[in-house]
């Protein structure tokens, strides 16, 4: 006997059932950077010797430190490092500056930490005498650039300053579907990740899975533009990955 779905089960009990998604995360990866035998062919390529990875690493990081501090200026906001990750929670105090700040696109806030990263160390392996660099975990300084966007809502982008410099990106889909829904005039309430009314779910079921990803990935290249600005620098770009929650 085949297991009901729960919308089916109760469905006379529902106001109504929303397929969209909730929690976005996506990661950027820059290619050839984002693993260690692409790594060594770009610094080969480029004619900078595996020894000097580090040689090569510490200036983009300086830029990336020096860009956070600049556009942390610009916006006259300053840079809270935390010291310790596990007893503190971002969503609480951007909550809370969101209280005085109002929800107005724009930057929000910035944080910094120590955090776990990927990098490459250069080595020469004495059996077959090549010289390469091979994946290890480190720690290096990383930015939450925490900002809202006209159509996505409040974001985040997570920045290490060290190569390969793989991002993380987040955003709220039901955040996105409210901002939907407020431009083609569809009522609903909203109670912060939940919505309590819809006055029309098939529309909005529609809206929900029209989310355009080609645009995003635009967005994304801007963002990262912004805020990880090295990348581009160097004449490469990153591709992007989804880890999705889907609620129904």
Not at 34 to 60: E, Q, S, V, W
Not at 120 to 132: A, E, G, I, R, S
Request: contains cysteine; aromatic residues 14%; glycine residues 6%.
């Amino acid at each position: 006997m085949a297991t009901k779905l729960l919308s089916e089960k109760y469905s006379a009990d529902l106001h109504g059932v929303l397929n969209c998604y909730d929690r976005i995360i996506i990661t950027g990866n820059v290619h050839p950077f984002c693993y260690a035998k692409g790594m060594t062919g770009y610094l080969y390529a480029h004619n900078i010797r595996i020894f000097d990875y580090p040689m090569f690493a510490k200036p983009l990081r300086d830029t990336i430190r020096a860009n956070a501090e600049a556009v942390a200026k610009e916006h006259d906001l300053e840079i809270e490092f935390i010291r310790k990750s596990k007893q503190f929670r971002k969503q609480d105090r951007i909550r809370k500056i969101l209280e005085t700040r109002g929800d107005h696109p724009g930057l929000v806030h910035i944080f910094s930490a120590m955090e776990t990263c990927t990098a490459y160390q250069p080595w020469h392996n004495k059996q077959t005498h090549k010289t390469y660099v091979k994946s290890r975990f480190g720690k290096c300084l990383h930015y939450y650039f925490y900002f809202i966007d006209e159509e996505l809502g409040l974001c985040y982008l997570r920045v290490p300053t060290w190569c390969p410099f793989r991002l993380q990106f987040y955003f709220n889909g039901h955040n996105w579907l409210a901002n939907q829904l407020k431009q083609h005039g569809i009522a609903f309430e909203q109670y912060d990740n939940a919505f309590l009314e819809i006055a029309d779910f098939g529309t909005v079921n529609q809206l929900a899975a029209q989310l355009d990803v080609e645009q995003l990935h635009a967005k994304l290249n801007s963002i990262a533009q912004q805020y990880c600005p090295v990348v581009a620098d160097l004449g490469l770009q990153y591709s992007w990955r989804y880890l999705l929650n889907n609620v129904g």
